[in-house]
């Protein structure tokens, strides 16, 4: 009967950028299903989350030991707590599904329903978090001392250092995990608010393989519809083209490094050019984010966002040089002292995303990817304000292709913003698992830039 409306899902699989059959083909190569059966004991479902980050196991088991410390073990703040920060900090970057999955935990955990109505509702040391999770969410380099000073002298609502610790931490981990999430398409959980749909798809939701075909390519190339099998054969041709391009540049700049060095003087100043150069790398005006209400009543201050940390016309905060303030040298012992073991966690995280590799890229293998690696990593970082000494920033102009930059911006700076469209944009010749290990940097340098800020506060706070 037409007056009964059956709800649909939202989307097919996991993802609504990759299709569900390679990670499924992908997933089955892996065959590492015990991660999946310990999130299914101790969660009651595995996640499109879980199942999009299965295509790199040896990650998946780090982030998922990660994540059950910081949420499940003994450690300074109270359960339902951890939850709501997790909601907090997902919410400042618009992201629904998190926001979602958290909702139900902190309820499962004991948690005050009537906090859900908003961030009003909720104790008021939780509420002054608010600043701190918005600069960490978007300007990291203006936390202080200053900041970390109110909430540890607040009276009644004081925070301790170590309940502190534990709350940055979680923050800064679903900022980056909402990147994740934005990145790689992820798609709405059945049971979600938003899983289901009674409406015919939206124009945002067809922006799919099959319309860019259509509309981007064939009219581009001035093609009708029946000339769409050449306009394929174009487009794998150039794809192709982008790869080989890409290994001679590799190859050019590896034997260019054996002859000369650039001194400091000259990397700084490349640098400097790469820094005013990512504010021409921005997702164009009319891409806007689409904020459910679930979501926004957990967010003050809405309109705060990200800036460039170069701004014409402005004076700039001082870059955050590497040597000054580093994560293996400060942040992780300060991490490690003050909460044991997250430290040891997080440095192996970072480690085993910065050096995985399976010797591909894209149809080629024996391939020596870590310049590439190293590349993304600190474009990341150089948008946030921070410069490594050792590091020719030459580099990245010559790795990272414009559609990637844009990307990798989108992805780590305004999340909500990306779009199929610009993940389909950039090494269209390279798997999907391989985007996925992109958006894995992405989430764990933007990461640990957000950390290495606060961490360098509560350290002047220290002293």
């Known amino acids: ?49 879980l199942v999009v980050m299965g295509l790199h196991p040896e990650y998946l088991t780090s982030f998922w030991k990660t994540q059950y410390y910081l949420l499940q073990m003994d450690g300074p703040l109270p359960y339902p707590y951890r939850h709501y920060i997790a909601i907090m900090a997902s919410a400042r970057h618009r992201c629904s599904y998190l926001v979602n999955l958290h909702i139900m935990d902190f309820l499962q955990a004991g948690g005050n329903r009537e906090w859900l109505n908003g961030l009003n509702f909720a104790p008021q040391k939780l509420r002054n978090l608010n600043e701190i999770n918005k600069l960490l969410a978007h ?20 925070w301790s250092l170590a309940e502190l610790i534990h709350a940055v931490v979680l923050l800064t981990h679903y900022h980056s995990l909402s990147s994740f999430v934005f990145g790689c398409g992820i798609n709405p959980e059945l049971d979600h608010e938003g899983g ?38 174009i487009i794998a041709g150039d794809a192709m083209q982008e790869v080989e391009a890409l290994m001679a540049r590799m190859k050019l700049l590896q034997e260019c490094r054996l002859d000369e060095e ?39 201050d809405p309109e705060f966002g990200y800036v460039d940390f170069t701004r014409r016309g402005e004076q700039t905060p001082p870059t955050l040089r590497a040597q000054d303030y580093s994560w293996e040298d400060h942040g992780y012992s300060l991490i490690n002292r003050l909460y044991s073991e997250v430290g040891q966690l ?67 700076c305004y999340p909500e913003r990306t779009t199929t469209r610009m993940y389909n944009g950039f090494w269209r010749h390279f ?6 290990h992109v958006n894995l940097l992405i989430q764990e340098s933007k990461m640990q830039a957000a950390l290495l800020y606060v961490l360098r506060a509560i350290t002047r706070y220290m002293t």
């Open 196 to 233: 289901h749909s009674f409406r015919p798809p939206s124009p945002r939701a067809c922006d799919s393989d099959s319309c860019l075909r259509v509309e981007d390519y064939v009219n581009g190339h001035g093609l009708d519809n029946q000339g769409i099998d050449i306009a394929d054969s």
């Open 431 to 436: 798997k999907h698992s391989e985007k996925v």
């Open 346 to 412: 997080l440095d192996e995280k970072f480690q085993i995303v910065y050096n995985l590799t399976y010797h591909t890229m894209a149809m080629h293998c024996g391939v020596n990817t870590s310049m590439l690696r190293r590349a993304i990593w600190n474009y990341i970082h150089c948008i946030f304000g921070i410069r490594y000494d050792d590091y020719d920033y030459g580099d990245v102009n010559q790795l990272l292709e414009r559609s990637l930059k844009i990307y990798m911006k989108t992805v780590a």
């Open 262 to 300: 650039a001194s400091q003087e000259e990397m700084a100043t490349r640098f400097e050019k790469e820094k005013r150069e990512s504010l021409l790398v921005a997702p164009s005006a009319d891409e806007r984010e689409f904020a459910l209400p679930n979501v926004s009543r957990f967010v003050e």
């Open 1 to 49: 009967d037409k007056r009964y409306k059956v709800p649909r899902p939202l989307g097919t699989g996991p993802s609504s950028f990759i299709p569900v059959q390679e990670i499924l083909q992908e997933g089955a190569k892996n065959n590492d299903r015990q991660i999946f059966i310990e999130a299914f004991v101790s969660t009651g479902r595995v996640d499109h989350l």
């Open 139 to 158: 300007r990291p380099w203006l936390i202080t001392k200053e900041h970390i000073e109110a909430l540890l002298t607040t009276g009644e609502n004081s």
